[in-house]
């Protein structure tokens, strides 16, 4: 099996025990998670989603629709209060993301921006049991 070298250079910060890339635009992926991550519980409100995610009510809105349809989230009434829960779907997305978002904190800080071989990332993928696709 051929290794190949491949430079990583992805600052990371720490934020709420959660890791965030160090740019100042989060991709539609981070915000996605930032809604699952919201809504995991118990559901939670759409302007409890819009304060914990930082984003405006159009925002909400469109990832809110884009996440029902995909099946990651649904709807539920409690209380006379439409609230949104992550699906099953929805939270094997979020643990998949935690694993990504881990092994690119520890590739990181363990090589300090020294090169990766893939050859590791295949050992690593074993300790982690991804879930079956959907």
């Known amino acids: 099996m051929e290794r190949y070298t491949v430079k990583l250079c992805i600052p990371l910060l720490k934020e709420n025990n959660s890791f965030r890339f160090n740019r ?10 930032l809604m699952l991550e919201a809504m995991k519980e118990n559901g939670a409100p759409k302007f409890f989603i819009m304060k914990h995610t930082n984003t405006n009510s159009a925002q909400l809105n469109r990832y ?35 694993v990504l978002q881990e092994m690119l904190l520890e590739a990181s800080t363990e ?18 049991p991804f879930v079956s696709r959907f």
Request: aromatic residues 14%.
């Open 24 to 33: 100042k635009y989060r991709s539609h992926i981070e915000i996605i998670a």
């Open 64 to 98: 809110l629709k884009t996440l029902i349809q995909i099946g990651f989230a649904e709807t539920t009434l409690k209380n006379n209060r439409f609230l949104y829960v992550a699906s099953e779907r929805g939270l094997a997305f979020l643990k998949q993301y935690y």
């Open 111 to 128: 090589t300090k921006l020294k090169p990766l071989t893939y050859g590791k990332l295949a050992e690593r993928q074993a300790e982690y």
